[in-house]
Nanobody, 116 residues
């Protein structure tokens, strides 16, 4: 019954911005931290960012720190990844994930392509 659905991906030029969304259902959204990962050709599936259940703490991968912002709106059961100053190396499939009782749940992913 747990479901995560990402949206907001697309194609953008270097230096551009995108905002990804991940909406959860089937669980009490505000009880769980949320995470963003991306699958890239050269790095595999790598951690991007995480946020605590109430949004009072965040962690970022060094490669995106200062450019990406993770935030959530628990009233909408949604976590966001605001991506700015995008670079070609940011290209990949972005996934949201949560852990519920030691079990990982993943969304279907959304493609982000950064190219000239």
């Amino acid at each position: 019954q747990v479901q995560l659905v990402e949206s907001g991906g697309g194609s953008v030029q270097p230096g551009g911005s995108l905002r990804l969304s991940c909406t959860g259902s089937g669980f009490m959204f505000n009880n769980y931290g949320m995470n963003w990962y991306r699958q890239t050709p050269g790095k595999g599936r790598e951690f991007v960012a995480s946020i605590t259940n109430v949004g009072d703490g965040t962690v970022y991968a060094g490669s995106v720190k200062g450019r990406f912002t993770i935030f959530r709106d628990n009233s909408k059961n949604t976590v966001y990844l605001q991506m700015s100053k995008l670079e070609p190396e940011d290209t990949g499939v972005y996934y949201c994930k949560t852990n519920i009782q030691s079990l990982a749940y993943w969304g279907q992913g959304t493609q982000v392509t950064v190219s000239s």
